[in-house]
C-alpha cells in the first residue's frame, strides 16, 4: 500500500516564530523516522504529508494515497485534532485513528466528562467555568483541581492547578482562561495513585494492552502530573508496569477505560488516564485517542515495552484495525464532484 503520513512537526512551527510552550504536543523528526521505518519494514511505500495545510495542497496537486497514517495535532481551535480527519473524509481517504466527531469531543475534557457520566462510568466531579461567575455554581468541596478544557501534554497544568479553598477559584480561573484564551476545566482533586492505560483496536475489538502506573520522583512537582514532569519524565518520573492478577484495582481501573474507549467510539490505539481518590476508588480522567508514538518517550510505546511488544508490531497492529474499516465498509467508487 502507499501510506501517507499526516503530523505537525515541532521543528517547522519553531522555525515559524512559535514557542516551546506553543509547539509542545507536536512531534519530534525522530518520531516521524520512527513511524516511516516501521511502515516500511512492513512492506509499504511511505510518503511524508505533513501538516494539514500541506494536506491540502498535495490534495489541489491531485495526490492520493491507499490509506494517511495520521497523527497531526492541530494548532488552531478546539477542533484542530479534527480538521486532518475532517479533511480525509472529504476525499473518501481511509486514515488511522479517531474520526472528526471524536476528535473534537474528546479534546473538549469538559464535553468528554458529561458523556461519561451519562453513560455511568467513574469519573470525579467537575464543572467547566467559561466565564466571570461560573465557578460560584460549583457545590462539590475542595480541594479542587483546574487545567484548559482543551490542551494536552500537560500544558497549564502545575502544582497550582491544586486549591484548597473555593474563593481562590474565581482568580485562579480568570488567570488561565486569559492564558489560554479558553474555558477551564475544575475538578474534586484526586490525590491517589495515575496509571495510564494503553489501548489497541476498535469497538468490540478494542482490548487493553498494558497499564503502567505514574509514579512522582523525588525533585519532581508534587502531586501531579504536570507539563514539566512530562517534559522531563526521564529524570521526575518512573513508569512502573502493574497488572491485574497481581492488583484487583488495576482490573477495576482497566474496566472504566475500556469502557469509555469504547463508550466515546474511539478507534485503533489510544491511552486512557485514570486516576484514585484518597480512599483509593479508580475514576476517569481523561482519553488520548491521538496518543504520542515517539518510540522511547511516548506513553504508549512505553506501555509496549513492558508487554513487550515491539514498535514496528504495534504499528502493525494500528494498521490492521484501521484496515478492518476499508475491508468492512469501503463505499463503492465514484468520481470526486
Known sequence: MKIGLTYDLRADYLAAGYNELETAEFDREDTIDALE???????????????AHRLIEQLARGNRWDLVFNIAEGLNGIGREAQVPAILDVYNIPYTFSDPLVMSLTLHKGLTKRVIRDAKIPTSDFWVVEK????????????????????????????????HHHRDLASACAAMGHTYNQPVLVERYLSGREFTIG???????????????????????????????????????????????????IQKAEDIAINAWQVLGCRDAGRVDIRCDEAGLPYFLEV????GLHPDHSDLPIICKEIPLSYEVLIERILASALKRI?????????EI
Open 37 to 51: 521505518t516501521a511502515i516500511k519494514g512492513l512492506g509499504h511505500a511511505t510518503d511524508r504529508i505533513g501538516n
Open 132 to 163: 466571570e461567575g461560573d465557578e460560584k455554581l460549583i457545590t462539590f468541596p475542595a480541594p479542587y483541581f483546574i487545567k484548559p478544557v482543551a490542551e494536552g501534554t500537560g500544558k497549564g497544568v502545575s502544582p497550582h492547578s491544586i486549591l
Open 199 to 249: 489501548i489497541i483496536g476498535t469497538g468490540a475489538d478494542a482490548e487493553v494492552l498494558g497499564t503502567i502506573e505514574v509514579i512522582l520522583l523525588a525533585g519532581a512537582e508534587a502531586g501531579v502530573y504536570s507539563y514539566v514532569n512530562k517534559e522531563r519524565c526521564e529524570e521526575l518520573v518512573e513508569y512502573r508496569s502493574v497488572r491485574p492478577l497481581e492488583e484487583p484495582l
Open 288 to 291: 488520548n485517542p491521538l496518543a
Open 327 to 335: 475491508d468492512r465498509f469501503e463505499p463503492p467508487k465514484r468520481k
